[in-house]
């Protein structure tokens, strides 16, 4: 697997929104599906939301309707577009493969929901 850089986290209030980005470093055509996962301090990582080759995509209950994903695999990125942000959204956030399973992990960009 190729490495994935994360930005585009930051502080927002609630009710807010925030644009994750990832970039990889090689191509992800051959990667059936990309996904970004959060990990909250005292939580285990968590799929929030995967996005397969043809574009189809599904979200984690919690994000369902708020948040949406999409992948550019010309330009090999992977966006989250986060609306309605609320505080247990707060976590860092992981950009990876699903499909296969990931096999490392990069340094997460920092979200932060709060008033």
């Known amino acids: 697997q190729v490495p994935f850089v994360e930005s585009g986290g930051g502080l927002v209030q609630p009710g807010g929104s925030l644009r994750l980005s990832c970039e990889a470093s090689?191509?992800?055509?051959?990667?059936?599906?990309m996904a970004w996962y959060r990990q909250a301090p005292g939580k285990e990582r968590e799929l929030v939301a995967g996005?397969?080759?043809?574009?189809?995509?599904n979200y984690a209950d919690s994000v369902k309707g708020r948040f949406t994903i999409s992948r550019d695999d010309a330009k090999n990125t992977v966006n989250l577009q986060m609306n309605k942000l609320k505080p247990e959204d707060t976590a860092v956030y992981y950009c990876?493969?699903?499909?296969?399973?990931?096999?490392?992990w990069g340094q997460g960009t920092q979200v932060t929901v709060s008033s």
């Open positions: 996005i397969d080759s043809d574009g189809y995509a």
């Open positions: 990876n493969a699903a499909v296969p399973s990931p096999t490392s």
């Open positions: 090689g191509s992800i055509k051959s990667i059936f599906v």
